[in-house]
């Protein structure tokens, strides 16, 4: 069986695997940010995250959530969001062309070669999109040059990661795809081989509001020692943003207190701050009623109780927040929430939607 790539398009971060051969391997990650440099010079992903603090102006974020909108400015640039998709596709592309033995790097022109060098491709798509968003997005794989085999849904995807799609019994899975922005959670139906969405319901909370709820007691907090005010400076609050995100919360997840330090994070002074999980979890209480709040109201717009539901998978950035997962499982007893295994949870959906196309095809 011919390869094939798999992609998974967020508004925070993009991810790639290949499939063959009956198996997935995930490639890479990175943030879905295009920076706009000098005429025709267009950087992607890593190369924007590193200058969103420098020159915000001129990098466009959130690329995916402009799908099936019109043109859009970016300093004295314009572009179309299936342009700027496209964009992220390419770069992805490469990374998978590279990964299964492609020479890309020595070409003169090298997106010129990865766009006109065409390969199969799963992609996944949230299932709030419209019709316009998912035909904007269709569009953006031809731009960059990718045979779309196989299109299908987030949470179809997070089953196939971890081999539901395709149980010989009938059952309903409870996915939960807890994104940056925002978390859906859906109850997919297994019947007889095939794989679909019964019901999905999209809640406007994410992982960036657990990192918005500790920057906002932090800021209060430097306030206190400090008398001086933080958020006033645009690039000092980035600066403690991405300590948050990048240092205090990724060692919240795997242990009981984390630390950030950050040298002269507004007028020369360093800052030191430390907290525990316990308190972490404290100030994000508010974020956790509402995640048990979107549990109930998924089931009751489904029309299905607790014991209909036969497995949860849990996937997303938040499936790490130690408090989630344990609030899944209180809410399904008995029925522990999957979010381990091969793809582990941040990669499920792109790997999922490799085994899924290869299995379809």
């Known amino acids: 069986m011919s390869t094939l790539f798999a992609f998974d398009i967020g508004n925070y971060e993009s991810k790639v695997a290949v499939g063959s051969n009956g198996t997935a391997t995930f490639v890479a990650a990175m943030p879905s940010m295009l920076l706009f440099g000098s005429p025709g010079e267009i950087g992607v992903g890593w190369n924007a995250r590193d200058m ?21 400015t970016v300093g004295e640039n314009k572009i179309s969001p299936e342009q700027a998709c496209a964009h992220i596709l390419l770069e992805l592309k490469a990374l998978a062309m590279a990964a299964v033995g492609e020479a890309v790097d020595s ?52 089953c196939a990661a971890y081999g539901l799609d395709h149980t010989a019994t009938s059952r309903n899975v409870f996915v939960i795809d ?5 978390t859906t959670m859906s109850v997919v139906e297994v019947k007889a081989g095939a794989c679909s ?28 020692s400090h008398k001086k005010d933080l958020s006033r400076d645009r690039k000092s609050m980035g ?11 990724p060692t ?28 972490f979890e404290g100030w994000c209480n508010d974020l956790l009623a509402q995640f048990n709040t979107a549990i109930a109201g ?7 109780s607790v014991t209909d539901v036969n497995d949860v998978v849990f996937v997303g950035g938040p499936s790490k927040v130690i408090r989630l997962p344990q609030l899944a499982n209180e809410a399904f007893p008995g029925r522990q929430s999957i979010r381990s295994g091969p793809p582990g949870s941040l990669h499920a959906v792109a790997y999922g939607a490799a085994l899924y196309a290869q299995r379809n095809r």
Do not use: M, W
Request: with cysteine.
């Open 52 to 72: 969103l603090l420098l020159d915000p102006d001129n990098v466009l974020t959130r690329v995916k959530g402009l799908l099936g909108g019109p043109v859009v």
């Open 107 to 158: 070409q003169e022109d090298r997106y010129a070669f990865v766009r006109e060098t065409v390969r199969n491709a799963a992609v996944t798509f949230p299932t709030y999109f419209s019709e316009p968003q998912r035909v904007a997005l269709k569009e953006a794989c031809r731009l960059a040059g990718l045979n779309v085999v196989a299109f299908l849904a987030d949470p179809v995807a997070a």
């Open 178 to 182: 807890a994104g940056h922005n925002a």
């Open 197 to 224: 969405v019964r019901h999905a319901t999209t809640s406007p909370f994410g992982g960036n509001d657990f990192v918005e709820t500790c920057v906002k007691e932090i800021v209060g907090r430097f306030r206190q």
């Open 239 to 249: 600066r403690l943003r991405n300590a948050v995100n990048g240092q205090l919360l």
């Open 252 to 279: 919240l997840y795997c242990d009981t207190s984390s630390t950030i330090s950050i040298d002269s994070v507004y007028e020369g002074i360093d800052f030191n701050y430390s907290i525990t999980r316990a308190r």
């Open 298 to 304: 998924t089931l009751r717009d489904a029309r299905i």
